[in-house]
């Protein structure tokens, strides 16, 4: 446990003195906050403000956590950091571990300061009000943040390659899965495969509970939180498992 905990600091040190932190933090407010600025600088008339409409750019915010996790995990393993790590601590899961847990803390406080900044905002803003309903649109969009940025880090660390790891995430959340999304409706199989799909979770639990009528249209939270689940946990095991194994040089 103390050689976990030596990790953690050193994990924290390291984020807390890179210059692209602040880069990254003030992306993710930016993603939250500007959306809802645009939005009330352009109304024209007295706007009620949801969760919903407070987090309308969480699908923003959710990539760049994957980037974040993907490229400063990557980003270790390329600077051969991780390879200090390992000379320095009493196994190697140490540090991934405290990289994970580091950057899903930082991910939470910043996109928790994002959102309180951005309700002060709508509450003195001339004409806007706050309304609090809706507000599965917080818990979805903190769980994809998180999520992602744990899919991403596990990525990392199995390709180890910043470009990949910042690449295969964006490109499936993107492409490949809209692509399946797209002709599944078509395809038996490809409609079965569809369900155990990680991007679409979150927005299927939104929408379950935003659009009640259409609740049959969409995987049921119980379901979506379990393939999410399983997808993080599979892809973080293969992560630590790769970890252990490679070869530094």
């Known amino acids: 446990m103390s050689s976990f905990l030596a990790a953690l600091k050193s994990e924290t040190t390291k984020l807390l003195t890179l210059r692209s932190t602040l880069v990254y933090f003030i992306l993710l407010g930016g993603s939250i906050g500007g959306p809802v600025f645009l939005y009330l600088a352009f109304a024209t008339e007295k706007n009620a403000v949801t969760w919903t409409d407070l987090l309308m750019g969480g699908m923003i915010t959710q990539m760049i956590a994957v980037i974040f996790g993907a490229s400063s995990t990557?980003?270790?393993?390329?600077?051969?950091?991780?390879?200090?790590?390992?000379?320095?601590?009493?196994?190697?899961?140490?540090?991934?571990?405290?990289?994970?847990?580091?950057s899903v803390v930082f991910l939470a406080v910043t996109v928790a300061i994002a959102v309180a900044l951005t309700i002060l905002m709508v509450t003195v803003w001339p004409g806007a009000e706050f309304k609090p309903e809706q507000g599965v649109s917080l818990a979805t969009t903190f769980g994809g943040v998180l999520a992602f940025a744990l899919l991403a880090i596990g990525i990392a660390a199995i390709v180890r390659s910043r470009v990949a790891a910042v690449g295969l995430p964006l490109v499936w959340m993107l492409v490949i899965e809209p692509l399946i999304m797209s002709v599944g409706s078509n395809v038996s199989l490809l409609k079965t495969l569809a369900k155990f799909l990680p991007a679409r979770t979150m927005?299927?639990?939104?929408?379950?509970y935003l659009i009640p009528e259409r609740g049959a249209?969409?995987?049921?939270?119980?379901?979506?939180?379990?393939?999410?689940?399983?997808?993080?946990?599979?892809?973080?095991?293969?992560?630590?498992?790769?970890?252990?194994?490679a070869d530094v040089r």
């Open 217 to 245: 249209d969409f995987l049921t939270p119980t379901f979506s939180v379990t393939v999410l689940a399983i997808w993080v946990i599979a892809l973080l095991v293969l992560g630590f498992w790769r970890n252990s194994r």
């Open 203 to 208: 927005q299927d639990i939104d929408k379950w």
């Open 74 to 102: 990557a980003g270790e393993i390329a600077s051969k950091m991780h390879a200090q790590a390992f000379l320095t601590e009493r196994s190697r899961w140490n540090w991934l571990g405290a990289r994970a847990v580091v």
